[in-house]
């Protein structure tokens, strides 16, 4: 589904991503790992279009989709949450998703129409999904920060997505949140079909759930395999047990 070639970006003299390579086939659930500063987020950014690759190609769906930006990436499947939670603080919960609901729909822009009556179904069925319903007329604002990292995949649903690209979802919580949003990431993908993309530092999560893991470091791609493959990586113990 997502194939990331010899993909570089540099800020200036430094390259923050240098020759990576992903492959992800749909119906996976992904990881991304790799020390802070390793280049994860920028890699997420150049597969969404926040930024632009150097050098390189990045296939979805059979199309290069490096250069477009993040609109129309957005638009051909591809959705995703941040590392620092972006939502609409103001707007209820429930607002929050149906924008993101109608935004895709792609009705004819009439500003007469009432907003808060579309879409209405849509996003009540994906509160549900994520187990936010109850909450849905609460401000955005005054959740959890837990909560509000799972509207953020809320949200990201709301574009329905083939590709869910999800950036350390579990960021700041405590044990108890990660495990439930860990389960709801496995939820995701096997009852909706949705393929997974994510980085995640707690590598007990990172092996239990992905089927597959990209190990990053310093830019580069060091292996991509399955979680047997990976642990037993001369190269990864090297990275990780050598220090940097
Ligand atoms: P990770 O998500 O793995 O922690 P990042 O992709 O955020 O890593 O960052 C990789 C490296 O690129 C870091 O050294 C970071 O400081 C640098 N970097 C990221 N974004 C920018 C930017 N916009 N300008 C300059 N340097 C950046
Ligand atoms: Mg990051």
């Known amino acids: 589904m997502l194939q990331v070639e010899a993909v570089d970006k540099s800020f200036g003299d430094f390259m923050a991503v240098c020759q990576a390579n992903l492959s992800v086939g749909r119906g996976e659930l ?3 790992i790799g020390p802070n500063g390793a280049g994860k987020t920028t890699l997420f950014n150049l ?3 926040q930024l632009w690759p150097d050098r390189g190609e990045i296939i979805f769906g059979g199309e290069d989709i490096s250069g477009l930006p993040s609109y129309q990436i957005c638009k051909r499947g591809i959705a995703r949450s941040f590392q620092i939670v972006n939502i609409f603080p103001r707007l209820t919960i429930f607002g929050n998703v149906q924008v993101a ?3 895709q729909q792609r009705r004819s822009s009439n500003l007469f129409l009432p907003a808060q009556n579309l879409a209405v179904e849509e996003t009540k069925s994906i509160l549900e999904s994520v187990g936010l319903s109850d909450k849905a007329t609460h401000i955005a604002g005054s959740l959890s920060h837990g909560d509000q990292k799972i509207l953020e995949i809320a949200i990201a649903l709301g574009n329905e997505p ?4 999800l950036d350390e979802p ?3 919580m405590s044990p108890e949140e990660t495990a439930a949003t860990l389960e709801l990431i496995k939820n995701l993908a096997s009852s ?8 995640e530092h707690d590598m007990d999560v990172v092996f239990s759930i992905a089927q597959s893991i990209m190990v990053m470091h310093q830019g580069r791609t060091l292996v991509q395999g399955n979680p047997e ?3 037993g990586n001369k190269k990864v113990q ?3 047990l050598g220090g940097e």
């Open 101 to 103: 609901v109608l935004s």
């Open 170 to 172: 579990t960021a700041g």
């Open 162 to 165: 083939e590709l869910l690209i």
């Open 30 to 32: 992904v990881a991304v």
């Open 238 to 240: 090297e990275a990780y």
């Open 47 to 49: 597969i969404t279009g």
């Open 192 to 199: 909706k079909g949705l393929t997974i993309l994510f980085c």
């Open 229 to 231: 493959e990976v642990k």
